[in-house]
């Protein structure tokens, strides 16, 4: 059996182990997500290789017998620095990396490879303002790709009309004509307006670019934010502490 292996990588999170040592949690389109340890971390050369959110070419010793896995070599063709020169986009990247990890197995390994590595690449030349229409059509994408909750922009009720609201209770977009007057008081209760709207439409249903081009206005924002944000940690079954820490920022 081969234990030395080569992988597409991209770091999503890095923690120390012991001194000198640490732990990478790695995600790859062929092994999913998996920890990885890299001895001498803190003082070898792989201190600044060995990041968040860099990606390349990732050379792995396996040991079947231990189960563990050591880093042998790295090389990252994508650093992303942009990222870490705003604190926005730092939360932003530190949201969707802890989201993919609290849903490990939610979706496909080779399209969340895609879709996580065009956001934070995405996130990484963008400006700040940018990043959050950026961040609001990453999570709704990724939403849909784990397909726990309905994302078809039409009434739940009468499968015809245009939204006003989502109900998490009832998992279910529905119309003014069918909303009744006392679910507007229930939890999970979002409110979405014309700007809202159009934008969870245009994110599923158009290119890349020209989802690009939507920007909802501050209340628009105010609602996605709270509809997608708590979608989101359903999604994960439980709270998510990039939010708790991000709040004021994201």
Known sequence: MNRNSAVDALVLSVKASGENNRFAIVLSPEKGIFTVTVYGGKKGRFKSLVSPYHSGKMWLYSDAVKKTVK?????????????????????????????????????????????????????DICTDE??????????????????????????????????????????????????ESSQEHTAGFFPLGTQSIAFLSAVLAKSPKEARTLQPDTESLRELRDFLYYIAQSCADTRLKTLEAGRGIL
């Open 71 to 123: 880093l042998t070599d790295f090389y990252p063709d994508r650093c992303r620095t942009g990222i870490r020169e705003s604190l926005y986009k730092t939360c932003a990247a530190a949201l969707c990396a802890e989201l993919i990890l609290k849903t490990q197995g939610a979706v496909d390994w080779h399209t969340v490879w895609v879709l996580i590595n065009g956001f934070l690449d995405g996130l």
């Open 130 to 179: 940018q990043a959050q229409t950026g961040l609001l059509r990453f999570l709704w994408r990724y939403i849909n790709l784990t397909g726990l909750y309905n994302t078809g922009i039409r009434c739940s009720r009468c499968a015809d009309k245009t939204p006003i609201c989502f109900s998490a209770a009832e998992n279910a977009f529905i119309c003014a004509d069918c909303l």
